[in-house]
Nanobody, 125 residues
Framework: QVQLVESGGGLVQAGGSLRLSCAAS????????MGWFRQAPGKEREFVGN????????VYAESVKGRFTISRDNAKNMVYLQMNSLKLEDTAVYYC??????????????????WGQGTQVTVSS
């Protein structure tokens, strides 16, 4: 298991930017893909994007492609979600997650065995 702690959420105006951070501890961080998910009020949790163990490959949901960027720093056991051009519909609790299996790049909730507590992002008009 790995422990994950998100930070960086908050209130931002539409069109603005936020960067979320996720600190990991507890196992060899560099061996595991990381993912970001979000859950809006009244909706199911959805995939935002993921990043391979090395950081060389990223995949994004269509709804955030071109606006969000995932990166990681394996030396610091950190993963980031840079969110630009935020829209009202980006309002949600954002979660980082660690893949349950090393060197796999999961993309569904069931692929991820460890989750952070979530951080609220609210986009206002």
């Amino acid at each position: 298991q790995v422990q994950l702690v998100e930070s960086g959420g908050g209130l931002v105006q539409a069109g603005g930017s936020l960067r979320l951070s996720c600190a990991a501890s507890g196992r060899t961080f560099a061996n595991y893909a990381m993912g970001w998910f979000r859950q809006a009020p009244g909706k199911e949790r959805e995939f935002v994007g993921n990043i391979s163990p090395s950081g060389a490959r990223t995949v994004y949901a269509e709804s955030v492609k071109g606006r969000f960027t995932i990166s990681r720093d394996n030396a610091k056991n950190m993963v980031y979600l840079q969110m630009n051009s935020l829209k009202l519909e980006d309002t949600a609790v954002y979660y980082c997650a660690a893949d349950a299996i090393p060197f796999r790049i999961g993309s569904t909730e069931r692929d991820f065995g460890s989750w952070g507590q979530g951080t609220q992002v609210t986009v206002s008009s």
